[in-house]
């Protein structure tokens, strides 16, 4: 989440977690060209707590901005958030 001095006087920005579990492939060199040739060691897994759900909810429909700290992590949410089988798709508001 942002630095609380980037929250404007007399707010603090909220703070929310993803649990990302990530292997040694995650670190790996990529070592052809084309990227998708490259093979990772294992699928990256991740977790979103109920509260962190809650807490993004919360945010959208009080039109607050959302911060991430981190790419893998703002990869995964952006998965989450898309629609996928047997998930119904978020509408938007």
Avoid: C
Avoid at 27 to 52: C, G, L, N, W
Avoid at 65 to 70: L, N, Y
Wanted: proline content about 6%; glycine content about 8%; cysteine-free.
């Amino acid at each position: 989440m942002r630095d609380a001095r980037h929250a404007g006087p007399g707010r603090r920005p909220r703070a929310a977690f993803v649990t990302l579990h990530v292997g040694a492939g995650t670190f790996a060199p990529v070592k052809v060209d084309d990227i998708a040739a490259h093979r990772m060691h294992r699928a990256e897994r991740y977790s979103i707590p109920q509260a962190t759900v809650d807490a993004i909810a919360a945010a959208s429909r009080a039109k607050r901005r959302r911060v991430v700290a981190g790419a893998g992590i703002d990869v995964k949410l952006r998965a989450w958030r898309r629609p996928q089988a047997g998930r119904p798709a978020r509408r938007k508001r």
